[in-house]
Nanobody, 122 residues
């Protein structure tokens, strides 16, 4: 069992930055790959970024060069640094504890956080 709690969302102007955090508890955090997803109103859930248990990262094309995922295994936490935020980044962001294959593809598990709202508005 893994419990995940996201934080760090909020209201930001276009071009601004936010840092999301996801705190994990309950199981061996370091053995999981972690993923950040988002869901905007009327859209399907989208994988934004993932990080393997070994620290390899992957990003959606829409956020490459602007978002950075990182993990701190000592603190059982994964972060998503979001820079140069755009109107299209507005969504509820969720973290997930899952797995990756040797090509870096991320596979979500049933373990989800409750989500944190990111609003981008001028």
């Amino acid at each position: 069992q893994v419990q995940l709690v996201e934080s760090g969302g909020g209201l930001v102007q276009p071009g601004g930055s936010l840092r999301l955090s996801c705190a994990a508890s309950g199981s061996i955090f370091s053995s999981y790959a972690m993923g950040w997803y988002r869901r905007a109103p009327g859209k399907t859930r989208e994988l934004v970024a993932s990080i393997s248990s070994g620290g390899s990262t992957n990003y959606a094309d829409s956020v490459k060069g602007r978002f950075t995922i990182s993990r701190d295994n000592a603190k059982n936490t994964v972060h998503l640094q979001m820079n140069s935020l755009q109107l299209g980044d507005a969504a509820v962001y969720y973290c997930n504890a899952g797995s990756t294959n040797n090509r870096g593809s991320y596979y979500p598990s049933k373990y989800w956080g409750q989500g944190t709202q990111v609003t981008v508005s001028s």
